[in-house]
């Protein structure tokens, strides 16, 4: 139950924990590493298994591959997810586990706010041991949290990634090395026991979204002046608080937009979560579009209407963050604008997809192994600066219009273009 008036423990503070108070429980802890009796193959009978990812809906989008290959090897297995509590819902519309746990990190401010997240973490161990699972699969990257959780569980298997770099208590009983040269999604299947080659977009699960949220969508859209039919095409400004650092610069946006606009005839749709309101809403100020062709639903949408929203669209463009992901396993065409990381990581997966990355010497300076801290070396980030307005919209015309010359009628102004 959240605490009225509670939030989230800032990011940061979490990072700085799981930094220094994670590396002291990790030395707190090595008797139980040294007396469990740790077992190097991977047990064939399992029957309940954990799979630990807390942060980014993009990632358990990612994950879903993984996924994939624990059923195919453990048809008998109840598979239960682990995540945090903003993320429960996108985890139960993938439909792909069966069971989904969560830990609600609002617990207010200071002292007592770290108190009763202590508190709720205690329950939780005492869940999970109660739970008896056979293994556990945790996909955190390098956190010692979730690695010290895996050993808490009781768990006679667990398997985690590892880098010569970050200790995390040598806890796991199987120790995956985690390639920077692989995309994420393919370090996740090699954790789960397979890692082939590159991930296919058919790998990918999409979220399952209803008639009911495809119908909100039509109605938002035709009370705003957009009509069933029209082509549109979605803008992500936001790249969640994991790290701003990923964005495109705001104005930049609202370029693109005018230009989707005075140049193709195509309306936009700008989109972000509550706490991204504000941010969108001042992209959506400096542009001062006729109704119909700027609609604002930052804040607005559940995850499942952005789902319906993002299949409605004609093509999304998004900072690397998670719309991105969840667009391009829908199977919509997908533009990711990447900067301080690499999209030989996070580039979006599926049949029309496309990623713009123009870095400088520094780039990229935001690693899995550093928990996603940007150190931004030259003070701004020329990294993103560099991606201009005039080659993302050509780009977006590309996937928009699959390459080929069309003839856009005129809805508003007489607007008529040829594209190329």
Not at 12 to 27: P, S, V
Not at 69 to 78: E, G, K, N, T
Not at 237 to 251: C, D, H, K, V, Y
Request: glycine letters at 8%.
């Amino acid at each position: 139950m959240r605490v009225p008036g509670a939030r989230n423990i800032s990011m940061k503070r979490l990072q700085a924990a799981d930094k220094l108070l994670g590396f002291l429980a990790c030395l707190l802890f090595q008797p139980l590493r040294w007396m469990r009796r740790g077992r190097e193959a991977e047990p064939r009978d399992l029957e309940r298994v954990l799979l630990v990812k807390f942060w980014g809906i993009g990632s358990l989008q990612l994950l879903s591959p993984a996924v994939r290959v624990l059923r195919a090897r453990h048809p008998r297995a109840r598979l239960v997810l682990l995540t945090l509590a903003e993320n429960g819902e996108f985890a139960r519309g993938l439909a792909i586990f069966d069971e989904v746990l969560e830990l609600d990190l609002c617990s207010g401010r200071r002292i007592l706010g770290w108190t009763r997240l202590m508190a709720r973490l205690a329950r939780l161990v005492a869940q999970l041991r109660s739970s008896r699972f056979d293994a556990v699969f945790d996909f955190e990257f390098f956190t010692r949290f979730s690695a010290l959780l895996s050993l808490l569980t009781g768990a006679r298997w667990t398997s985690g990634f590892e880098a010569p770099q970050v200790w995390r208590g040598g806890f796991h009983t199987r120790a995956v090395p985690f390639n920077r040269y692989w995309h994420v999604a393919r370090n996740f299947r090699a954790l789960a026991g397979d890692g082939g080659g590159e991930i296919a977009p058919e790998e990918l699960v999409p979220f399952r979204f209803g008639e009911q949220e495809r119908e909100r969508i039509a109605k938002l859209l035709s009370e705003r002046g957009l009509p069933a039919g029209v082509p549109l095409v979605v803008l992500n400004p936001n790249a969640g608080g994991l790290s701003l650092e990923r964005r495109w610069p705001r104005e930049r946006f609202a370029e693109l937009a005018r230009a989707l606009v005075e140049q193709d005839g195509t309306p936009v749709v700008l989109v972000g979560s509550p706490a991204e309101r504000e941010y969108v809403a001042g992209l959506a100020a400096e542009l001062r579009l006729e109704r119909g062709w700027l609609v604002n639903l930052a804040g607005e949408l559940s995850i499942a209407e952005l789902c319906a929203l993002l299949a409605r669209a004609g093509a999304l463009v998004s900072n690397d963050s998670g719309p991105m992901h969840i667009g391009a396993a829908l199977g919509t065409p997908t533009l990711g604008l990447f900067g301080p990381e690499t999209p030989v990581m996070y580039a979006p997966i599926g049949r029309r997809t496309s990623a713009l990355w123009r870095p400088p010497v520094c780039s990229p300076c935001i690693n899995v192994h550093d928990n996603k801290v940007a150190n931004c070396v030259r003070g701004h980030p020329e990294c993103l600066t560099n991606l201009s307005v005039e080659e993302v919209h050509e780009e977006l015309r590309l996937l928009l219009w699959d390459g080929v010359l069309h003839v856009l009628p005129a809805r508003k102004s007489g607007l008529t273009q040829v594209l190329a």
